[in-house]
């Protein structure tokens, strides 16, 4: 349930937050296909070199073959809620060819000194360097059971908590662990 501030009406809060109302206005196209999303983390992490050199990032998963397109108001009529998941479906199904597979490669920008790092809603110029981090690459879904049982006991944890990798001053990030924590405690106790 939505808490009332102000005078509790959503067009206030829109007003008191430029940040929220633009992420609301913002054209949200629906994508022909998952494997042709580019996936920006909005989260500053820390990659923390041998030496002890602390370099903020964010992460962007960014598909090999070019984006894909999105969908227009009439491409959309007739297709069912499912349609992105049907079509991953159908991609991976029963075939080893590479056209199957799902590739994407995972990049990182890299924030120069004074860029804001602890707040997901300020953009760093789009000028700041992109450095290649990896390839990633999905050929496959899991079975029906297996799937069942995966998505009543992951829980998603934003914070990596692996050696070098830190989490930035990013206040979501925390606030995010704790949520999904209590979150996916429940999904595994139902
Ligand atoms: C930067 C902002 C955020 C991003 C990028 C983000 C992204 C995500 C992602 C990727 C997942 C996992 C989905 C999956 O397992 O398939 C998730 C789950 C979830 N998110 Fe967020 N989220 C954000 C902010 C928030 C906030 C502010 C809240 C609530 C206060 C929230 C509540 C949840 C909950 C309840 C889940 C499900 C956790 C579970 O049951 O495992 N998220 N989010």
Do not use: C
Not at 16 to 42: D, I
Not at 142 to 171: N, T
Request: hydrophobic share 40%; no cysteine.
């Amino acid at each position: 349930m939505l808490r009332a501030i102000g005078d509790g009406s959503i067009g206030e809060f829109l007003q008191q937050n430029p940040s929220a109302k633009r992420f609301v206005e913002a054209p949200k196209p629906s994508p022909a296909s998952f494997a042709g999303q580019e996936f920006w983390g909005v989260n500053a992490f820390v990659l923390v070199g041998g030496g002890g050199e602390r370099t903020a990032v964010r992460y962007r998963v960014v598909p090999v073959a070019g984006a894909g397109g999105t969908l227009g108001e009439g491409e959309l009529e007739g297709k069912k809620e499912t349609y992105l998941f049907d079509e991953l479906e159908a991609r991976f199904a029963g075939s080893s060819s590479s056209s199957s597979k799902m590739s994407f490669n995972l990049r990182a920008q890299i924030a120069e000194a004074g860029d804001v790092t602890d707040d997901a809603t300020v953009l760093w110029p789009e000028e700041r360097k992109v450095v290649e981090l990896g390839l990633i690459e999905l050929d496959s879904m899991l079975g029906e059971e297996e799937s069942a049982e995966m998505q009543k006991r992951v829980i998603f944890d934003p914070i990596p908590r692996v050696e070098g990798v830190e989490a930035s001053e990013d206040p979501l990030l925390e606030m995010r662990a704790g949520v999904y924590l209590v979150s996916g405690r429940g999904r595994r106790a139902a």
